[in-house]
Structure formats: structure tokens, C-alpha cells
């Protein structure tokens, strides 16, 4: 016999990030990389469409999507995506990402880009079910030495 588990949590709603969310945003940061960005680096993107949390009675998971302009078309970027930790496994990240790709494709952008690290399996998954596929590495992009996949999506 196959039972559930009750629901632990709501489901969250996901929206624009706003400058009382940034406490909750940089602890999620701080516990999910090991190379955080700086608490005014958040500061920075309250306010862009792009900069979304998924939240029910507190933040849970937020991302960071903007756009890169270029000689020829603008392209747009995953900069940042984390989840809590006791929330993983629930589709929160996947909530964000499509509502990122969104915003961003309402920008007329052909294309996404991304980094991640080379052995964030997890999110590496996350984001082939999406349409991302591996373009070219960036070898030691990160402080410890381990190499970045950049990832693309076209629309």
C-alpha cells in the first residue's frame, strides 16, 4: 500500500522580489554557495523584472534574470537561482526558472544563457528539462578551481 505524505508547506506564489525579501534572499545564498554574492549585489536588482522570489509565508527560493545587451541581440541570463534547503525536491526551483524564462522572453531575447558548476548534477537536470544545452566550459571559473558549464536555451 502507497500513502503520501501530508503537504508540509503551501505553495508558494511566485513574484517580484522587493527590498523586505533581501534578508531572506542572502541567507538562502549564503547556505546554498559556496561563493555567495555580497547582500548589495541583491540590493542592486530590487525593482528589475527579472529579480523574482517564490514565497508563501516567507521567502523560499528566489532567482536573478536580466539582460545582456550585444552588438547583435540582446541575450538574456540566469545570473543567480537557489532554493531553501527544506524546501528543495518541490518544484520551487522549476517555478522559477520557467517564470524567469518568461520575463526574459517577453524581452525579445533569441536566447538564455547560463553558468553552473560542472558537478551541480541537480541543477544541471533542472535545467536540461528546460530546454538548456551545454555550449562550451569555463574552466576554473570558480575559486575553487572547478570549471563552469555554460548552458543556452534558445527560443
Not at 546554498?32 to 522570489?53: I, K, M, N
Not at 543567480?80 to 517564470?99: C, F, Q
Not at 535545467?127 to 576554473?140: A, L, M, Q, S, T
Request: net charge negative; charged share 25%.
Amino acid at each position: 500500500m502507497t500513502t503520501t505524505a501530508p503537504e508540509n508547506f503551501a505553495r508558494p506564489l511566485v513574484r517580484q522580489a522587493r527590498r523586505e525579501d533581501l534578508l531572506a534572499i542572502y541567507r538562502i545564498e549564503q547556505a546554498s554557495f559556496d561563493q555567495p554574492w555580497p547582500f548589495t549585489a541583491f540590493e542592486s536588482y530590487v525593482g528589475e523584472p527579472g529579480f523574482l522570489v517564490a514565497a508563501d509565508s516567507t521567502v523560499v527560493g528566489y532567482v536573478v534574470a536580466d539582460v545582456i545587451p550585444t552588438h547583435a541581440r540582446d541575450l538574456g541570463h540566469i545570473k543567480d537561482l537557489a532554493v531553501h534547503e527544506s524546501r528543495r525536491g518541490e518544484g520551487i526551483g522549476a517555478m522559477l526558472l520557467v517564470n524567469a524564462l518568461s520575463v526574459l522572453n517577453s524581452t525579445n531575447v533569441d536566447s538564455v544563457k547560463l553558468e553552473v558548476r560542472e558537478s551541480n548534477d541537480a541543477a544541471i537536470q533542472l535545467y536540461r528539462k528546460y530546454g538548456f544545452e551545454h555550449r562550451w566550459r569555463n574552466p576554473e571559473y570558480y575559486s575553487d578551481g572547478e570549471d563552469a558549464l555554460v548552458l543556452v536555451r534558445e527560443f
